[in-house]
């Protein structure tokens, strides 16, 4: 993102300040419950960023957004080098990322962030084109897990998918076609976790970089799964095999 950024919402907002991010100033409605304003001036202060209160007309260039009368203005969340994590992960034994191709809808990537983090990920890799980035709507929905988890922009998408391949990792992408069950696949290990876009799911080129391409059952005439809802199936799969846990908890 080339200009500064806004992050809205009380819980994005006050991790945005736990986690150290460049927060300015913060505006909070006229009428906000004295509870949560005590709490968050709290936090603000130990930073050092300002908080005012504003009239309610101020907030609605933020009417898109469910704000709930809070918004931090920030410097540009940066963007994790993605060269830099692939050169970290080399010499691995495990590593968990996750790949978003194309995912236009920011909803969706900040609920799969907030997910990939909740699940041990290490990394998210987008494609620098075509695809929602780090969008207010986007780190709202991630609950202010952007500022924690890496998150890295690949200018070809195959081509970064066929450098982790030669890094030695595991491709494992979701699909309604895919030829197994996504219980069945062994998540341990280097791997990283490919979600298709809304629609179109995986692109062709990159499907056929990827090692293994899983299914999730359907029942009731469902077609496909919401993307976050699959990636946030695989990553617990993943942390169930992982961790060892049983299956169902």
Known sequence: MEEGTTVVGRRAVLEALDAGAAVHKIWVQE????????????????????????????????????????????????????????????????????????LEDP?????????????????????????AGLTPAAVKASAGAVFYLPVARATNLVRFAERMKAAGFWLIGASPDGGTDWRAADYRGKVALVIGGEGRGLRPLLRRR??????????????????SVAAALLLYEAYRQREGAPWPP
Not at 110 to 130: D, F, M, N, S, Y
């Open 107 to 131: 909803h969706n990537v900040g609920a799969i962030i907030r997910t990939a983090a909740a699940a041990g990920a290490e990394a998210v890799i987008l494609p620098k084109h075509q695809s």
């Open 210 to 227: 990827l090692d293994v391409v899983v299914r999730l059952p359907m029942k009731g005439g469902v077609a496909s799964l919401n993307a």
């Open 31 to 102: 009428g906000t419950s004295p509870a949560f304003l005590e709490v968050l001036k709290a936090k603000a202060r130990a930073r050092g960023v300002p908080v005012s209160v504003v009239p309610r007309a101020r907030f609605q260039p933020f009417g898109a957004f469910r704000h709930q009368g809070v918004v931090a203005f920030l410097s540009p969340i940066p963007y994790a080098d993605a060269e830099a994590l692939l050169a970290g992960a080399e010499g691995k034994a495990a590593a968990l990322w996750v790949v978003l191709d194309g």
